[in-house]
């Protein structure tokens, strides 16, 4: 009889182990089930620059990876982020942004305005985050800065509305400056092409004649630049557009070759050689895009978050290339940089 009754203990204890076994083998799938199911946000980072190293994104692609992993997102983990560059080649990117809207990501980060214009065309559906240097609602890209509507917000660098304090920084350097050479693109969107009136807006009432440098691409770089020394042009600047911004250290090379002092309107310019930048600080512009990913992610729509402006410029003076070209910044200047490179 005991013998009876150890079998039954036996038994009894099986099927509950089996039973148990059951259950937690059941529990697992549905938690793989759950983990295969939950979908892993994929966002392309679209940049008008050249292609770095393929394991490390450019300065402006660090910046937005840090402001997403200040927001507790790791790249291959809880989010994917794809970096694609059009290396200043504006043929390209109608093809590349038409591939990305057909492979459905789930937001569009891009700082090329003839990208976001061609998203704009081609999907209403896809959040679309722009750090933009044009003024977003003057060049129909966003309904108002308050509420943008439709699938795009974003920030916009106010990189024109800087115009008139690049000159008067530069006038201030070179006293008798009396012609400046602006080097720029039509080439990008002609119809969006007002960076040239906005210097020229301005340089009259600081009694300076302005000379247009339109160039279509890095191969009219450097007979524009000789045909803007040997018209006697002052100094140079150069502005941030999507041909120009990717061979910016070219760029600084040439007016160096050409004694010229140069004003760029990006602040990794002057990192590579340019004498001068003034502009919203653009690590700033990147993290603070990361963070309309963020409120998207999270079911926010595009159109009601408004668009930012900065809130910090920051002025870099070279003093290397100063001294290559035989210059001398003004201490009154210098003081008032943020960061001077010896």
């Given at each position: 009889?005991?013998?009876?009754?150890?079998?039954?203990?036996?038994?009894?204890?099986?099927?509950?182990?089996?039973?148990?076994?059951?259950?937690?083998?059941?529990?697992?799938?549905?938690?793989?089930?759950?983990?295969?199911?939950?979908?892993?946000?994929?966002?392309?980072?679209?940049?008008?620059?050249?292609?770095?190293?393929?394991?490390?994104?450019?300065?402006?692609?660090?910046?937005?990876?840090?402001?997403?992993?200040?927001?507790?997102?790791?790249?291959?983990?809880?989010?994917?982020?794809?970096?694609?560059?059009?290396?200043?080649?504006?043929?390209?990117?109608?093809?590349?942004?038409?591939?990305?809207?057909?492979?459905?990501?789930?937001?569009?980060?891009?700082?090329?305005?003839?990208?976001?214009?061609?998203?704009?065309?081609?999907?209403?559906?896809?959040?679309?985050?722009?750090?933009?240097?044009?003024?977003?609602?003057?060049?129909?890209?966003?309904?108002?800065?308050?509420?943008?509507?439709?699938?795009?917000?974003?920030?916009?660098?106010?990189?024109?509305?800087?115009?008139?304090?690049?000159?008067?920084?530069?006038?201030?350097?070179?006293?008798?400056?009396?012609?400046?050479?602006?080097?720029?693109?039509?080439?990008?969107?002609?119809?969006?092409?007002?960076?040239?009136?906005?210097?020229?807006?301005?340089?009259?009432?600081?009694?300076?004649?302005?000379?247009?440098?339109?160039?279509?691409?890095?191969?009219?770089?450097?007979?524009?630049?000789?045909?803007?020394?040997?018209?006697?042009?002052?100094?140079?600047?150069?502005?941030?557009?999507?041909?120009?911004?990717?061979?910016?250290?070219?760029?600084?090379?040439?007016?160096?070759?050409?004694?010229?002092?140069?004003?760029?309107?990006?602040?990794?310019?002057?990192?590579?050689?340019?004498?001068?930048?003034?502009?919203?600080?653009?690590?700033?512009?990147?993290?603070?895009?990361?963070t309309y990913v963020d409120k998207i992610l999270k079911g926010a729509k595009p159109g009601d978050l408004p668009v930012e402006q900065p809130t910090k410029f920051e002025l870099i003076i070279n003093l290397k290339t100063a001294k290559q070209i035989g210059l001398t910044i003004p201490q009154s200047v210098l003081y008032r940089a943020d960061r001077v490179i010896r």
């Amino acid at each position: 009889m005991t013998a009876v009754r150890s079998q039954r203990s036996a038994v009894r204890k099986s099927t509950a182990l089996f039973l148990a076994l059951s259950a937690l083998v059941f529990a697992l799938g549905l938690s793989a089930e759950a983990q295969q199911s939950k979908k892993i946000p994929r966002i392309v980072f679209l940049s008008a620059r050249g292609e770095p190293s393929p394991s490390t994104p450019d300065p402006n692609g660090q910046a937005f990876r840090q402001g997403l992993r200040d927001l507790g997102y790791i790249e291959g983990k809880n989010i994917l982020v794809e970096y694609r560059y059009t290396g200043g080649m504006t043929d390209r990117v109608p093809k590349l942004v038409d591939e990305l809207v057909r492979l459905k990501v789930d937001v569009l980060v891009t700082t090329s305005t003839v990208a976001i214009r061609a998203a704009k065309q081609v999907t209403k559906t896809i959040p679309i985050v722009m750090v933009t240097s044009v003024d977003p609602v003057a060049t129909g890209l966003v309904d108002s800065l308050a509420r943008p509507g439709g699938n795009i917000t974003g920030n916009t660098r106010l990189t024109r509305e800087l115009s008139g304090k690049r000159l008067e920084l530069l006038k201030e350097v070179v006293p008798r400056i009396s012609r400046v050479g602006i080097l720029w693109s039509t080439a990008t969107a002609p119809e969006l092409a007002t960076t040239f009136k906005d210097y020229d807006s301005v340089a009259g009432a600081l009694k300076i004649q302005l000379q247009s440098l339109d160039v279509r691409s890095q191969n009219d770089f450097e007979g524009a630049i000789h045909a803007a020394a040997r018209g006697r042009v002052s100094a140079l600047i150069s502005t941030s557009d999507s041909v120009l911004v990717p061979h910016q250290k070219k760029i600084a090379d040439l007016a160096i070759k050409n004694r010229l002092p140069s004003m760029f309107e990006r602040s990794d310019a002057a990192e590579t050689g340019g004498l001068m930048s003034y502009s919203s600080v653009d690590a700033e512009s990147f993290r603070r895009a990361a963070t309309y990913v963020d409120k998207i992610l999270k079911g926010a729509k595009p159109g009601d978050l408004p668009v930012e402006q900065p809130t910090k410029f920051e002025l870099i003076i070279n003093l290397k290339t100063a001294k290559q070209i035989g210059l001398t910044i003004p201490q009154s200047v210098l003081y008032r940089a943020d960061r001077v490179i010896r």
